[in-house]
């Protein structure tokens, strides 16, 4: 956990330090106010819970909304096939960088899931893929497009299955 937590600290950008610190600012803002107006009761109490709630989902939020957007990438599937000989699956797709930034890598993931043919299963199975294997493609200017080949290895499935395959860069 001590190591997922200080990855997530070396990834930081300076955009996330802005939105931490103002998520900081208006918390401390909004106690702020519900103490200066403890006389209405009813009003300082939903201060502080609005407080707490701004702390709680918007550092979360704003994180996973501003990387979408300062990131923002696409990946399209051109061909897949599973080797006849060799327990594996090759798939070719292509990244697009559609951000107005240069991404220095791309960790490029491929999962495979089952297909149940039962709706609800159809829901849960791409949430968790039984097979994944992740390539990382460096140096992606902005309006690039790159070609790229990931090989799941060892892949000894048979029946049906869906591919997906999705990125993330920074």
Do not use: W
Request: glycine share 4%; net charge positive.
């Amino acid at each position: 956990m001590k190591v997922k937590i200080n990855a997530f600290i070396e990834q930081l950008i300076p955009y996330d330090y802005m939105l931490f610190g103002a998520t900081l600012l208006l918390f401390i803002l909004l106690l702020i106010l519900a103490i200066l107006l403890h006389r209405r009761t009813g009003f300082a109490a939903l201060m502080v819970i609005l407080a707490f709630t701004v702390l709680m989902t918007l550092p979360t939020v704003g994180y996973l909304q501003l990387h979408a957007y300062l990131f923002k990438n696409s990946t399209t599937i051109e061909n897949y096939r599973a080797l006849e000989f060799t327990e594996a699956l090759i798939v070719h797709g292509k990244l697009t960088n559609e951000s107005d930034l240069d991404f220095s890598e791309c960790a490029v993931t491929a999962g495979v899931y089952k297909i149940a043919h039962n709706p609800v299963l159809d829901l849960l199975y791409p949430l968790n893929p039984f097979k994944k294997e992740t390539i990382v493609t460096k140096e992606v200017l902005s309006g690039q497009t790159v070609a790229f080949k990931i090989i799941v290895d060892p892949f000894r499935y048979s029946r049906d299955y869906n591919l997906s395959v999705g990125a993330k860069c920074r």
